[in-house]
C-alpha cells in the first residue's frame, strides 16, 4: 500500500513557476515509477509527466515539454513537478500517481495509487 499527498500548489501568474511535490509513504517508493497528471473542470484527466524507477529515464506530454521538469528523491520518498513558464491553460488540479511497472505509463487507468491533488491556477 502507498499513500501520497501532494503540495505545492497555488495561484500564479502567467510566465511564473511553481513546484509540486509528492511525499509517499512506505518503504518501497524506489520501487514504483511515478507520474503526474492533470485534470481541469469539465476535461479528463490528462498524462502531463512521468519517471522511471531506478535509473529515472523521463517522459513529457508535448504540451508541457520544456516548462515542466519531472524529478524523483528516493532518500525523501518524494517526487517533484517543477513548472516554469506556466500558462493559462496549465490550470488544473495536479494529481501524483504511483505504478508498480517499470516505466509507468501515459494512461491513468495503469496507476495503482493517487494523491488526493493540488489545485495549480495561473492567471493572465
Known amino acids: 500500500q502507498v499513500q501520497l499527498v501532494e503540495s505545492g500548489g497555488g495561484l500564479v501568474q502567467a510566465g511564473g513557476s511553481l513546484r509540486l511535490s509528492c511525499a509517499a509513504s512506505?518503504?518501497?517508493?524506489?520501487?514504483?515509477?511515478m507520474g503526474w497528471f492533470r485534470q481541469a473542470p469539465g476535461k479528463e484527466r490528462e498524462f502531463v509527466a512521468r519517471?522511471?524507477?531506478?535509473?529515472?529515464?523521463?517522459y513529457y506530454a508535448n504540451s508541457v515539454k520544456d516548462r515542466f521538469t519531472i524529478s524523483r528523491d528516493n532518500a525523501k520518498n518524494t517526487v517533484y513537478l517543477q513548472m516554469n513558464s506556466l500558462k493559462p491553460e496549465d490550470t488544473a488540479v495536479y494529481y501524483c500517481a504511483a505504478d508498480s511497472g517499470y516505466s509507468g505509463s501515459y494512461y491513468p487507468n495503469d496507476y495503482e495509487y493517487w494523491g488526493q491533488g493540488t489545485q495549480v491556477t495561473v492567471s493572465s
Open positions: 519517471i522511471r524507477r531506478g535509473a529515472g529515464t523521463t
Open positions: 512506505g518503504r518501497t517508493f524506489s520501487s514504483y515509477a
